[in-house]
């Protein structure tokens, strides 16, 4: 019983401990960032203006959590074209990792390569995280919505990986 409850704690901690906090707050300029797509073509926010944007990050290509919140995006993709969303993953995996990931699941939008760290870091989505009672540093799994004129409406860090397109349309 002793080590059931000593589980349950150590979780909610890592739990906690796996929140990050962005700076970014609803109503900031989100910061403009120039990085390659799957593809290895240049994307730059800017290039985006007029269109509103879901931002994601996540911690790395085919893992449970982020094949999960990525298939619950793709899965819901006609409704985020039907209101004028365009979708864009990020994370720290190469164009060879991304481009397995994509044609795995069939994902229908581009993820964008961060293997420097400046995207992360630009949004300040990077940190210490806790897994299996380990210390280790990596991206907290937090999600912007930008509107057209490239100001953030939304900031979700507790990310619901199975109803993500809940969380962000609601």
């Known amino acids: ?68 919140e990525s298939c619950n995006l793709r899965d819901n993709y006609s409704k985020f074209r039907e209101k004028g969303y365009v979708i864009l993953g990020v994370s720290n995996d190469n164009e060879k990792s991304h481009q397995k990931f994509i044609k795995k699941y069939n994902l229908p939008f581009n993820l964008l390569v961060d293997t420097d760290k400046e995207v992360v870091n630009k949004y300040g989505v990077f940190g210490e995280k806790v897994l299996f009672g380990k210390p280790s540093e990596g991206i907290w799994r937090t999600t912007f919505i930008i509107d057209e004129k490239g100001i953030i409406e939304k900031v979700i860090t507790e990310v619901d990986t199975e109803n993500h397109t809940a969380q962000l349309l609601s």
């Open 1 to 68: 019983m002793l080590n059931r409850i000593i589980s349950y704690v150590i979780r909610k901690f890592e739990t906690f401990m796996n929140k990050g906090t962005t700076h970014l707050k609803e109503g900031d300029k989100a910061p403009d960032f120039t990085t390659k797509n799957e593809l290895g073509e240049t994307v730059k926010l800017s290039d985006y203006r007029g269109k509103k944007i879901v931002l994601y990050f996540y911690p790395k290509d085919d893992t449970t959590g982020c094949t999960k």
